[in-house]
C-alpha cells in the first residue's frame, strides 16, 4: 500500500469542491433547492408529510406520493402549486406537476 501524499499547504474547501462537482450540478442542486422552498411554503404539513419530489425534467415536477388519497387531495392543490411556482420561480419554469404512488414509500399514520 503506498502512502498517502502529504500537502504543501492546506486546500481550501472550494477547490475540493470545484474537483467533486460541475458547475450545471450547482445549478441543478439551486433548483431543487428552490423547488423544495416553494413546495414546502404551498402544500400544507398534512399532505406534504405524504409526499415526496422525486425528479424535475423537461419544466415537469414529478411527486412521489404515499396513498392514492393524496394524489385526489394534491389534484385540488394543483392549481395553487402551479401558481406558486409561476410566482416564485418564473412563468413556465414548471409547467407541469405529476404525482405518482411512490414505489417504497409507506402510508405514515
Not at 13 to 18: M, T, W, Y
Not at 19 to 43: F, S
Amino acid at each position: 500500500m503506498s502512502k498517502r501524499q502529504t500537502l504543501k499547504r492546506p486546500v481550501p474547501v472550494r477547490e475540493v469542491l470545484a474537483g467533486l462537482i460541475k458547475p450545471g450540478d450547482w445549478q441543478a442542486l439551486e433548483q431543487r433547492r428552490r423547488l423544495r422552498a416553494v413546495w414546502e411554503k404551498v402544500v400544507p404539513e398534512p399532505v406534504r408529510s405524504h409526499t415526496r419530489l422525486a425528479d424535475f425534467s423537461r419544466r415537469e415536477l414529478r411527486v412521489e406520493v404515499s396513498a392514492s388519497v393524496w394524489v385526489q387531495e394534491l389534484q385540488f392543490l394543483k392549481p395553487k402549486i402551479l401558481n406558486a411556482f409561476a410566482e416564485a420561480l418564473g412563468k413556465g419554469v414548471v409547467r407541469e406537476v405529476r404525482f405518482r404512488l411512490g414505489a417504497g414509500m409507506s402510508e405514515q399514520e
